[in-house]
Nanobody
């Protein structure tokens, strides 16, 4: 059984940075880890993912180099570093695990964390 716990969200001023963490347990090394976000009244949106074994990362176009996904094997933790934040980045951020290669869709991710709120103020 895979368990995911996000942390690191909070209130940040526009232009600032945050690093979110996703602590994992279970046989998560068999999966790719993805990050998603959901703003009020909107659908859950794919941000990017990292392949647990290779470390290769992939990002949605809107990230435009502002976000970086990384992992720390020793801690079984995945990170989302977010820079140059703006009000449009305000959302609940989720990490998720999938066994499917190349997946960018919510339905392909079998395991989800509880989410962490990120609020960007102007």
């Amino acid at each position: 059984q895979v368990q995911l716990v996000e942390s690191g969200g909070g209130l940040v001023q526009a232009g600032g940075s945050l690093r979110l963490s996703c602590a994992t347990s279970g046989r998560v090394t068999a999966y790719a880890m993805g990050w998603f976000r959901q703003a009020p009244g909107k659908e859950r949106e794919y941000i990017g993912r990292i392949n647990w074994s290779s470390g290769h990362t992939f990002y949605a176009d809107f990230v435009k180099g502002r976000f970086t996904i990384a992992k720390e094997n020793a801690k079984n933790t995945v990170y989302l570093q977010m820079n140059s934040l703006n009000r449009d980045d305000t959302a609940v951020y989720y990490c998720a695990a999938t066994s499917k290669s190349g997946s960018m869709t919510v339905r392909d991710y079998a395991y989800w964390g509880q989410g962490t709120q990120v609020t960007v103020s102007s």
